[in-house]
């Protein structure tokens, strides 16, 4: 079964320090998440994206994320400047189409630590 | 705001018991709803899914789930579990009209007892 796959499987960095999170979504998919799980906490809807641009997105995704889909395959989140409260376990999901019609398939997820 | 709770943070249960989660929602409208299992140490998977017609709803691993709207519930049963579904169990939902965007419960964390 085709699958969603994320690298790094962990990161470390530095507070305000620059990270860039990146997912491979199933090939055929068009759209396109964030979500992140802070330890102990529920997992949070960040930012949703279609067609070469954000559809929807959070009061977490601030100026300090931002997303992009550099190439055919590649869908990264990057956070410019990393806070201590940064720190939780990020998933990236894809569908091949919108929620009405198809359920979002998960990576493994990044943990990543802000020291 | 729409949100889930789910009312177990951790269930403890032996093998053969019957299992029921429970999950609620607040949101008026129309709704997709999900719940995924995440296995230790692996990714997040769809059990199961509600978009329309019987609202008693089968998925995998002989997980069912049943909507009541009236109740704006959607709690996931099992009548018997085996150690293998040992895992954290996510209800999920997806407000017509809002978007693709996934509201989770906090997650309820089944251990298994052989």
């Known amino acids: 079964e085709p699958e969603v796959t994320q690298t790094p499987s962990h990161q470390v960095t530095q507070m305000g320090q620059e990270v860039i999170l990146r997912c491979v979504p199933i090939?055929?998919?068009?759209?396109f998440y964030w979500y992140r799980q802070i330890l102990g906490q529920k997992v949070e809807f960040l930012v949703s994206?279609?067609?070469?641009?954000?559809?929807?997105k959070s009061e977490i995704f601030d100026d300090q994320f931002s997303v992009e889909r550099p190439d055919g395959s590649n869908f990264t989140l990057k956070i410019r400047s990393t806070k201590l409260e940064d720190s939780a376990m990020y998933f990236c999901a894809s569908s091949d189409r919108g929620t009405r019609n198809q359920p979002q398939h998960f990576g493994d997820g990044t943990r990543l630590s802000i020291l | 705001a729409q949100s889930v709770s789910q009312h177990n943070h951790h269930v403890i249960l032996s093998e053969a018991a019957s299992l029921e989660l429970g999950c609620n929602y607040s949101y008026g409208g129309t709704v997709n709803l999900f719940w995924y299992v995440q296995y230790p140490g692996q990714h997040l998977q769809l059990l199961l899914k509600y978009f329309s017609g019987d609202p008693l709803v089968k998925g995998i691993k002989g997980f069912e789930a049943e909507f009541i709207k009236s109740k704006f519930s959607f709690n996931l049963r099992k009548p018997s579990v085996q150690w293998s579904d040992t895992a954290e169990y996510f209800c999920a939902v997806n407000a017509e009209n809002q978007g693709g965007k996934l509201i989770f419960g906090q997650g309820t964390e089944l251990s298994v007892k052989p």
């Open positions: 090939s055929n998919h068009l759209y």
């Open positions: 994206f279609y067609n070469n641009e954000i559809s929807e």
